[in-house]
């Protein structure tokens, strides 16, 4: 399956600031990703899923402005947190879905806004 | 649209012994995608067995197997001889078929299972 991987894997910035998230298929050209948040001991939250070329896609209740989503190569998805807040503190995972339908994990990036 | 139930938010299971984790959906379509997700504390997603719901036969992975029962919309993950590495919480996620592999899932809220030796 494809290898995934995140960086930063743990990021703690100041309330106001923007943080960038990035997401890499480390073997596989992914056409599409998804962004998820998950908070302690909960279930995955998909956010938006990423086409390459093209916008994101966001699910109900996720602030477009707030987290923006690029997609610019078939290996490299970003999530920034614009002007984060401490409710923005999270699990963010990424995922890299292949034509089987199946999806690969990232390892995740820890968010603490002070 | 598509929701997945997981009633058992916890379940615990001696060493070697047999334990099975309980999964329901809900769905109008026909053809999809069944998963069962393992996030051990370090939250690395990992994939333990999947089911493509257009097969009658259930999956099995090694000391995994799933009983996949597509008229009642349920797909419990069975656990044997089960071992210290097993604990972890599980997710169970549906995955609309799409052909161009783009289907995005669901997943319920999680199991957690204690494995004690």
């Known amino acids: 399956g494809a290898v995934v991987s995140q960086h930063p894997s743990w990021v703690i910035c100041k309330s106001g600031t923007s943080v960038k998230i990035e997401c890499r298929s480390l073997?596989?050209?992914?056409?599409?990703m998804f962004w998820y948040r998950q908070f302690p001991k909960q279930s995955l939250m998909l956010m938006a899923t990423?086409?390459?070329?093209?916008?994101?896609?966001?699910e109900q209740g996720v602030e477009k402005d707030k987290f923006l989503i690029n997609h610019a190569s078939l290996t490299l998805s970003t999530l920034t947190v614009t002007s984060a807040h401490p409710e923005d503190s999270s699990f963010y995972i990424c995922?890299?879905?292949?034509?089987?339908?199946?999806?690969?994990f990232g390892p995740g990036t820890r968010l603490t806004v002070l | 649209a598509q929701t997945v139930t997981q009633s058992q938010p916890e379940m615990s299971v001696q060493e070697a012994e047999t334990v099975t984790l309980s999964c329901t959906y809900d769905?109008?379509?026909?053809?999809?995608?069944l998963f069962w997700y393992k996030q051990p504390p370090s939250r690395q997603m990992i994939l333990v067995i999947r089911?493509?719901?257009?097969?009658?036969q259930n999956a099995t992975e090694n000391r995994f197997s799933v009983n996949f029962q597509k008229a009642a919309k349920s797909f419990s993950l069975k656990i044997s001889d089960s071992q210290l590495g097993d604990a972890a919480m599980y997710f169970c996620?549906?995955?609309?078929?799409?052909?161009?592999?783009?289907?995005?899932?669901?997943f319920g809220d999680g199991t957690t299972l204690t494995v004690k030796p």
């Open positions: 995922s890299v879905g292949d034509t089987y339908n199946e999806q690969f």
């Open positions: 073997d596989f050209q992914a056409t599409t």
């Open positions: 990423s086409n390459e070329g093209s916008k994101a896609t966001y």
């Open positions: 769905t109008s379509e026909s053809d999809y995608y």
């Open positions: 089911q493509e719901a257009y097969k009658q």
């Open positions: 996620a549906y995955i609309d078929l799409l052909p161009d592999g783009a289907g995005k899932s669901t």
